[in-house]
């Protein structure tokens, strides 16, 4: 049977024997990238290098040199090698998709200044420079096209910055978060993007030549673009994803949305005139943005990317390499002269860009340090230079073999800039906080849901995010009755806001929050569709008086009861003294009052009890209750109780270590009782606290959660602010929540 797969370039399929060397080439890019890659990571060098390495082994440098005719069997078929040829375009496409979904621009607004500075030096000088210093070059680098347009593709080669490679760097370094690892981070973000753009205008003169009109259509075509996938096409993707996941989280659909985007918008750059590999670094930017996402989908892209597609682009690259042109002298010294050149001008533009925007000169060493490894970018510019008939093959290996050499060097300059390089009193804090929150099990949650019809608990769980989750986009959802008129139901979503949300989200403030409307008459069920679209955690208002049948209230103990995210149920007391808010007074939390555990429900409620102390100054006292009993069997066995407070000691000192590294005050309590629900709740009612934090682990009966017996007398009697962290039962009886039945 013959496989139909059609060959690039030739119109015809591949026979058996092509399918065999396509198969053998993949496998052999494949398993020495991952080798080479493997032992350069071993060796604290960038996989990068092994896997470009791997490529120049198995070509003619080597490969082609000691078994010639193992060589020709494996490449020397035209019609299989424009297959590999295709594969590997593809996996540049994968490459920069998941380096769009690296690029914060966030990191670069924050650092706007500085990046700009520095991405000025660090780009214009080297790209000047070397863009003269090519125009010397023997003319065996240049290929079919002028020296003009050669000298450019050269200069861009040699003047980028490689994202994965500078991040890789400097997370081995440990320098990843420092204040000059973000700004290097930043600036590598704005280098690749503006490379990206001179890289699409070069290639559009290579294939038409240098006609104005094609260069302002394309240029045009390409503003369009941005301008669309910016507000059309992220609202689409948005519902695309929406609708992937409308039954859960649908990691096969949600990547499928996420591929045929990526591809589809190379389609339209390539369309244009430009590469394609813009348009997909363009779609990784904004499927990084989504409102609707699942983080397995980054994750499954990164894995696939990292194992397969990169591997076989890197290898592919150093595949064209043949070390063999290099051997005359003259383009040893050019190929030296241009990696020299290119390095001292990159770091001497970044150090003034830095000194300009105020940074030290350490800073700014640092900063050209790291920029100055090519890796990936200039392998893609000097690929496309190749294909497009603007380098030769000797030119092609020169800005490989500098990719190379940049990326093993750049480690060791940084090491030696950073030298004795100090972080301030507030990096310090800044770098042990965001330490914290990346271990921490719900501080690092960036996307909220707070489903709200408004009311005292709903308002104060809202002010209380703001302090526990600075960074987080905060979701506002509520329930619009059912239009009852056909003119209501024809309008759709023009209903009037009510009071409760709104202010909600005035205490939450317009910048840190959106709100949405959902018509449903099961509110429960709107609720867990929309928590399962990507969501990290879920606050909930106790808004609803209990009864003896109930935990919370009728909805949100349906919800709990099929919840599978983190939750935090506030509970404020009372409907408030202010039109049904709260009291000012009682919003800020100076005194908490925490019962300490150990399980990991009670981890996350001192990672809430000690972070909010700490915003308002204030003071907390982890309490630790041991549950003794009158039977005398056990109550006079004095080793036994010796053991239980020594246990009770060794859990409170950990977690007044760790409440001591949020910044907050803590006094500590380690106190044996023979009815510790009780004792809590008297300890809450008679002191003088402004909130109680515990801990539960929610696991869910067929109605309603279930947190223990002790958990429910609390609940119900506690008469002060109270914060419920409900963290969901690994292993339930009742299985995934994707599984249980939908009807509750």
Known sequence: MTPLLAASGSGGTLDEHQVLVFLMQLALLVGAARLLGGIADKLRQPPVVGQILAGVLIGPSVLGKLYPGVFDWLFSDSTAGSVVYGVAWLAVIMLLVVIGYETDLGIIMRFRRAAVNVSAGGLLVPLAVVGVVALLTPSSFIGDAGRGLYAAFMALALSVA??????????????????????????????????????????????????ASDLLASLGGLVLFLALAATVGRWALDQAMRLALRRGRNLPAALTVSLVAAIGGGAVTQALGLEAILGAFIVGIILATLRYQVRAVRHVLETVTDSFFAPVFFAFSGLRVDIA???????????????????????????????????????????????????????????????????????????????????????????????????????????????????????????????????????????QLKALFPEAEVTVLTVADQPTGWRKRLLGDEVEEDAGPGEVMRTLGPDRCRLIRRRRADPAEVILNEAALGYDMVVLGATESTDSSR???????????????????????????????????????????????????????????????????????????????????????????????????????????????????????????TRPAGELVDAANTGSWDLLVMGATNRPLSRRPFFGYDMSHVIRHVAIPMVTVAIPDVVSRYGSADHRSEDI
């Open 325 to 463: 042109l290099l051997a005359s002298p003259s383009a040893i010294i050019w190929t030296v002269v241009l990696i020299v050149i290119a390095v001292a001008a990159k770091v001497a533009g970044a150090y003034v860009g830095a000194r300009r925007s105020g940074l030290s000169s350490g800073e700014g060493l640092a900063l050209g340090s790291g920029l100055s490894a090519l890796g990936a970018m200039g392998i893609v510019v000097a690929l496309v230079g190749l294909s497009l008939g603007v380098l030769s093959d000797t030119g092609y290996t020169v800005i490989v073999v500098a990719a190379i050499v940049t990326s093993l060097i750049a480690p060791i300059m940084l090491r030696v800039a950073v030298r004795g390089m100090e972080a301030g009193e507030e990096e310090q804090s800044r770098l042990e906080s965001e330490a914290i929150r990346s271990q921490a099990q719900i501080l690092g949650s960036k996307r909220v849901l707070l489903p709200t019809r408004g009311g005292a608990n709903s308002v104060y769980a809202a002010h």
């Open 162 to 211: 490689a994202l994965p490679v500078v991040a890789k760097i400097l997370a081995d370094l440990g320098m990843l978060r420092r204040n000059f690892g973000q700004v290097t981070l930043a600036v590598s973000m704005t280098m690749d993007s503006v490379g990206w753009l001179i890289l699409a205008g070069l290639a559009g003169i290579a294939r038409d030549g240098f006609r």
């Open 551 to 673: 935990v919370f209230s009728t909805v949100i103990d349906r919800v709990l009861a099929r919840l599978e995210l983190p939750t935090l149920i506030f509970r404020y007391p009372g409907p408030g003294n202010h039109g049904g808010l709260p009291d000012p007074d009682s919003l800020t939390v100076r005194t908490v009052l925490l019962s300490v555990e150990s399980n990991r429900a009670a981890r996350a409620a001192e990672e809430v009890a000690y972070s909010l102390a700490a915003h308002n100054e204030g003071s907390v006292l982890a309490l630790h209750l041991i549950a003794e009993t009158r039977d005398g069997a056990f109550y006079l066995d004095p080793t036994s109780s010796s053991q239980n407070h020594r246990a009770g000691l060794e859990l409170v000192e950990e977690s007044v270590s760790f409440g001591e590294r949020l910044g907050a005050r803590v006094n500590a309590e380690v106190k044996p009782v």
